[in-house]
Every structure is written in C-alpha cells, then in structure tokens.
C-alpha cells in the first residue's frame, strides 16, 4: 500500500511562478524525502527532512512538515521550464530501518 | 564514481522465460533495494537489503528472487515472466541507518509478452 498520497495529480504552470505539491502520510516516521524524476530517467534526491524539523530550504526548493497532520509540502519558487518532471515524496517509518514508502507523484509541467 | 548502475536498460520476454537484472554500486552502501515502476504510479519496493547475505521482502515480492554475495552487487531474478511483470525496475542503493537519501539507478524497461 502506498504510505503518501500526493496532492496535485498534475500542476501545468507558468515559468516564473511558484508551484506548490503537498504529500499526505498515514504512519509515524523518521523523514520524509522529495525526489524529482525527468521522463524515462532515475530519481534523483531533491530533499530530506527529518521528523523533528518543520521547515527546509534548498535553493529554490522550500519543505514543510506537520507531523501533527501527517503531511509536508514542496514549493518551487521562480518555476524554469527544466522543473518539468515528477515529484515524489517518500516517507521513511519509524519501524522501516532504510526502507522507503513512495506516493504516486504529481507531474508538474512548466510551460516557457 | 559510477553510483548505480543497471542492465540490461531494455529487455523483451516472453511468458515464461527467466531472466535476472542486474545492480551495481560502487558507493560502498550497505543497503541496496529493488522497485517497480508501473504507469502512472509511485514506486513499489519488491525487495531489499541491508548488508551482504542479508535480504528481506518488500511489497510486491511474488515472482522475484534475490541474493546479496557482494556489498556492490545485487541481481533481480524473474523466475517465470508474466505480462504483469511488464514494468520499469529501478535498484537503488544509500547508506544504512536513519536520515540518508536513496540513490537510483537509470532504469531497467522490461516488456513481457
């Protein structure tokens, strides 16, 4: 079963606006992690916030987590064409040890 | 450093054959993991590890087989295809414990007819 759930589906935006994905969770974790995932391609590892953090910056990248409703958010700030791709969060339980729990992703195109 | 590498990048089956795709990482990581990719969806963890000789079933674990010899290595064996199996497999490898990212490796196209 699938630990997130991920909020929007799809989010088609323009390039200079922020685009906002949040993530919904059901058990107690250890951190929760965005990945970025271009067409046909890998993940790739975007940001890891960890249980007792509320908030995370990286870049243009800014993460928040309640742990008190189970949820995290993922905003990209000043949107580039090359943002085009999926986002997934993945949670990491508390009773997993390294194993991690992905949502369904939100595929975020940005139109130039 | 390579990170994690995967082959075959594209495989077609027929119902029936075995076949076993294989992961390599030169990082050093203790712990390496095997997920499926189907459209449209998040990824589901068939099977993992957490050292050599150490394997454990993930979610989706029926008609995969693995073992763990090698820290570096960590082959996905499909015993008999099936059209169900049609999906992309992604290896990942990351370091044991709390807080550490996961990295993937390129993808592995499996078609089964």
């Known amino acids: 079963s699938q630990q997130g759930e991920e909020d929007p589906q799809a989010l088609s935006i323009q390039e200079g606006e922020n685009a906002t994905m949040n993530c919904s969770y059901k058990?107690?974790?250890?951190?929760l992690q965005w990945y970025r995932q271009n067409s046909g391609r890998g993940l790739v590892h975007l940001i890891l916030i960890r249980s007792n953090e509320r908030e995370k910056h990286s870049g243009r990248l800014r993460v928040t987590l309640d742990t008190s409703k189970k949820s995290s958010s993922l905003l990209i700030t000043a949107s580039r064409a090359a943002d085009t791709a999926s986002y997934f969060c993945?949670?990491?339980?508390?009773?997993?040890?390294?194993?991690?729990?992905f949502g369904e992703g939100t595929q975020l195109t940005v139109n130039p | 450093n390579a990170g994690v590498t995967q082959t075959p990048k594209f495989q077609v089956l027929k119902t029936g054959q075995s076949m076993t795709l294989q992961c390599a990482q030169d990082?050093?990581?203790?712990?390496m993991s095997w997920y499926r990719q189907d459209p449209g969806m998040g990824l589901r963890l068939i099977h993992y590890s957490v050292g050599a000789g150490i394997t454990d079933q993930g979610e989706v674990p029926n008609g995969y087989n693995v073992s763990r010899s090698t820290t570096e290595d960590f082959p996905l064996r499909l015993l008999s295809a099936a059209p169900s199996q049609t999906s992309v497999y992604f290896c990942?490898?990351?370091?044991?414990?709390?807080?550490?990212?996961?990295?993937f490796g390129p993808g592995t196209r499996l078609t089964v007819t």
């Open positions: 058990t107690s974790i250890n951190n």
């Open positions: 990942a490898s990351s370091r044991s414990g709390d807080d550490y990212e996961q990295y």
């Open positions: 990082m050093n990581h203790e712990y």
């Open positions: 993945a949670t990491d339980a508390e009773t997993s040890g390294s194993r991690l729990t």
